[in-house]
């Protein structure tokens, strides 16, 4: 939380307004915000200042992992995070390569699991860094990314936090996440819990000890009409200490997170937090 606090503040301190075309508003913002969450400890970055809603950033990251596509499948699980990106997003709408209600396209897992090959087919990086992982192998390019710029055109989002690499050292198994662009406000909140969780579920299936996950941020941002809550209330708030987060120890392989596991497989526990916040969600 004071890590979160502190970015907040920099914001807020050192910020340049920048003009966002995709949005039509102004975004105060910052280059390069560096993040570590010492997931071998347990301590759980979910913001305490206001009330968070964990399990949607978990049933996300569940959605990227199984490569759904589609927002359908991800109200499913636990979250409506793509639903206004799908339905609402004008350019999108009227994007040839859109299927219909709720689609997507080609978004972070679904081209993490199926990345496309120049010579034909394609890639299922997930599979591939975790046999690794499995097998005790760490080639120094254990990278989970949802990055092609050859296929942006064919989705509602090009991704913001896109890649995830993994790192092998005896028996700890770090991470090192990037993301080219954050709402600090909202989308920070789900990221920092993301991040988190996706280091300690593979930890948990590749059968190592949770090391730190580091989180850079390169261009973090506070929207213009979020600025007067997040300076006049969120940041004023004291912050409490970090909960833990409980995941089902049944989980044990790759498999299981693609079929069975949904969002009450994790608990969090001593959450203590401030009242809630509605930020405006710019889409």
């Not at 599979?127 to 080639?139: F, T, V, W």
């Not at 790759?254 to 809630?276: A, C, G, K, R, S």
């Amino acid at each position: 939380m004071k890590q979160y606090l502190a970015l907040c503040q920099r914001i807020i301190d050192d910020g340049i307004w920048v003009e966002n075309n995709r949005t039509g508003k102004r975004c105060l913002t910052i280059i390069n915000a560096d993040l570590t969450y010492d997931v071998g400890n347990g301590e759980f970055p979910l913001i305490t200042t206001r009330k968070s809603y964990f399990k949607s950033a978990i049933a996300e990251m569940i959605g990227y992992i199984r490569g759904y596509d589609n927002a359908a499948d991800f109200r499913k699980i636990g979250t409506r995070t793509w639903d206004a990106n799908a339905n609402e997003n004008k350019d999108w709408l009227e994007n040839p390569y859109r299927k219909g209600v709720d689609d997507c396209g080609l978004i972070y897992g679904k081209i993490g699991r199926n990345f496309p090959k120049p010579d034909g087919g394609t890639v299922d990086i997930l599979r591939k860094i975790y046999n690794d992982l499995r097998s005790g192998i760490d080639d120094r390019g254990e990278i989970y990314t949802f990055y092609h710029p050859g296929a942006f055109h064919m989705g509602c989002l090009r991704p913001c936090m896109y890649s995830h690499h993994f790192s092998l050292l005896g028996d700890t198994l770090y991470l090192n996440s990037t993301q080219r662009s954050c709402d600090v406000p909202l989308g920070l909140n789900f990221n920092m819990v993301q991040v988190y969780f996706l280091l300690a579920i593979m930890a948990q299936i590749t059968g190592y000890k949770a090391g730190n996950a580091y989180h850079k941020i390169v261009n973090a941002h506070i929207y213009e009409d979020q600025l007067d809550l997040m300076k006049n209330v969120q940041i004023k708030r004291v912050p409490f200490e970090s909960p833990k987060l409980i995941i089902n120890p049944d989980i044990k392989t790759l498999e299981d997170l693609e079929t069975w596991v949904t969002v009450d497989d994790f608990e969090i526990e001593n959450y203590q937090y401030h009242d809630p916040i509605s930020y405006p969600f710019s889409v």
